[in-house]
C-alpha cells in the first residue's frame, strides 16, 4: 500500500519537466508537427501549417478531473499570450473516466465553466492501443526524436517551438501560468 501511496503523491506532487537534449544527436523523424490534421471538437479538420511560425502548447484534458480548474489559467495563457503561443486541447477519457461526455457536452461545458476560446479537438485517446496519431508522435522517440514519455494524467503538457519540434514535457501538476512554462514563450 505504501508503495502505491508512493507512486501516486510522485507522480501528483511534485513538478515534472522533461526537455529536449540540448546537443541531441536524436534521429530525424519521418513526420513533423505540420504534418497532421485533426478534427476539431465541432468536426471540422484543421491542418496542422496553420501553426507553422507558432510555439504550440499541446494539452490533454478532461472535465471531472481535480486538475480541471487549470482551464482557468489555460484561458488566461491563451489570452495573455496569444501572440507568443497556440494553445491546443485535447479532452481524452483515459484517467479514471474524468471526460465522459460527447463532444457537444465537452464543448458546452468548457465554455459555460471557464470561458474557453483556444482551440478544443474532439474527445479521442492521448494513450493506449487507440492513442490518436498526433498522440504518438508526441510520446513516441522514433518520431519525435527524443521523447517517449506518455501523459500519466489528464492535463499533461508538450511545447512545440516554431520550428515544429517538440521541445518540452510538462506533467500535470506544472501549471499553466508557471515560471516553467511562461520563461519558454
Known amino acids: 500500500m505504501k508503495k502505491i501511496k508512493y507512486f501516486f503523491l510522485s507522480l501528483f506532487s511534485k513538478k515534472y519537466i522533461k526537455g529536449k537534449p540540448s546537443n ?24 496542422f501549417s496553420i501553426y507553422k511560425g507558432k510555439k504550440v502548447l499541446v494539452v490533454n484534458t478532461a472535465s471531472e478531473c481535480g486538475y480541471t480548474p487549470q482551464f482557468t489559467e489555460l484561458e488566461e495563457l491563451h489570452e495573455k499570450h496569444k501572440d507568443k ?69 489528464n492535463f499533461c503538457k508538450y511545447l512545440i517551438n516554431e520550428k515544429g519540434e517538440l521541445v518540452k514535457f510538462y506533467s500535470a501538476g506544472v501549471s499553466p501560468m508557471s515560471d516553467e512554462i511562461l520563461k519558454e514563450l
Open 24 to 47: 541531441s544527436s536524436a534521429p530525424m523523424t519521418t513526420k513533423s508537427f505540420y504534418d497532421f490534421t485533426m478534427k476539431s471538437i465541432e468536426g471540422k479538420d484543421i491542418p
Open 85 to 153: 503561443v497556440v494553445l491546443l486541447g485535447f479532452p481524452a477519457n483515459n484517467f479514471g473516466g474524468q471526460e465522459p461526455g460527447s463532444n457537444e457536452e465537452i464543448a458546452t461545458f468548457c465554455q459555460r465553466n471557464f470561458g474557453v476560446t483556444f482551440q478544443l479537438f474532439e474527445k479521442s485517446e492521448v494513450k493506449g492501443p487507440n492513442q490518436n496519431p498526433l498522440y504518438q508522435w508526441l510520446t513516441h522517440k522514433d518520431q519525435n526524436g527524443w521523447n517517449d514519455t506518455a501523459p500519466s494524467w
